[in-house]
C-alpha cells in the first residue's frame, strides 16, 4: 500500500498505469492523505500520474 501525504492537494485527481499504459487505477483526492493499494497487482514499474490545478506531473513507481 502506497501512502501519498500532503503532496497532493485535495480536489485533485491520481491515476496509476501499468508499464504498458494500462489505466488501473483512477480516483478524486479528497484530503491531503491518500492510500493507493497495489497489492493485486505484480511486480514490476507503475507510473502515478497527479492532475492539480491544470498542472499534470509524473512518478514512478517500482512494486518490488
Request: charged letters at 25%; hydrophobic letters at 40%; zero cysteines.
Amino acid at each position: 500500500i502506497l501512502e501519498i501525504i500532503k503532496t497532493i492537494q485535495a480536489d485533485s485527481r491520481i491515476e496509476v498505469y501499468s508499464n504498458s499504459g494500462q489505466k488501473l487505477i483512477s480516483q478524486a483526492v479528497l484530503k491531503d492523505k491518500i492510500e493507493i493499494d497495489l497489492t493485486e497487482y505484480s511486480s514490476g514499474v507503475y507510473f502515478l500520474f497527479y492532475h492539480e490545478k491544470g498542472i499534470t506531473g509524473i512518478k514512478r513507481l517500482v512494486k518490488n
